[in-house]
């Protein structure tokens, strides 16, 4: 029993490898390598990208509140007056 779990577990690892290994030669496997770049840079960059956002957000925020939400119909009796016959 022991020994079929290992083939198992053996062949799933080599299909899984060669799942990998096939996807990375087709292309269709999405790798990313990040770059080291000057610390102060990115925190300037940071910076200005919190700033813009701060600034959409409020300005939406406000948008938001001044439209009417819509709200659900009631389920009264007046709810449906063309169903009535």
Do not use: C, H
Not at 1 to 7: A, L, V
Not at 43 to 63: H, I, Q, R
């Amino acid at each position: 029993m022991k020994n079929d779990n290992s083939k198992i577990a053996m062949y799933l690892a080599i299909g899984a490898l060669l799942t990998v290994i096939i996807l990375q030669v087709m292309g269709r496997l999405k790798t990313e390598s990040y770059e080291g770049g000057n610390s102060d840079e990115t925190e300037v960059e940071l910076e200005k990208l919190l700033a813009e956002l701060d600034g959409n957000t409020s300005g939406a925020g406000d948008e938001e509140d001044s439209d009417d939400e819509m709200e659900p119909s009631p389920m009264g009796e007046d709810s449906d007056d063309d169903d009535e016959m």
